[in-house]
């Protein structure tokens, strides 16, 4: 059985419907330098989605988003953003005020 997430094809089909859906218009020449970092996939509430989407997708489990549980593209962003910096010692979680 072969499971859609490994169809290069079905995959490619949802990147053209999912990023449409974007919060940032990721086709402007004038981004602000703040999207160069804080993007979805490097925020600690970001859970990569396995297979095929791996590389650029993932779903945000932000409660406090209008993403949380949204499929999410890996550069698009939002106001709620929180940074994985510093949310690791040893490899614990620690959750900030």
């Known amino acids: 059985m072969i499971f859609l997430y490994e169809s290069k094809n ?24 703040e999207w160069v970092w804080n993007q979805c996939e490097g925020c600690r509430y970001w859970v990569p989605i396995i297979g095929k989407f791996s590389g650029d997708w993932g779903v945000c489990s932000n409660e406090n988003s209008a993403s949380d549980g949204i499929a999410r ?3 698009d962003g939002c106001d709620h953003f929180e940074t994985t910096a510093e949310d690791s010692i040893d490899g614990t979680i620690v959750d900030r005020p």
């Open 73 to 75: 593209f890996a550069h």
């Open 10 to 33: 079905h995959v490619n089909r949802c990147h053209v419907r999912w990023i449409e859906k974007t919060n940032r218009d990721l086709r402007r020449p004038d981004k602000p330098d």
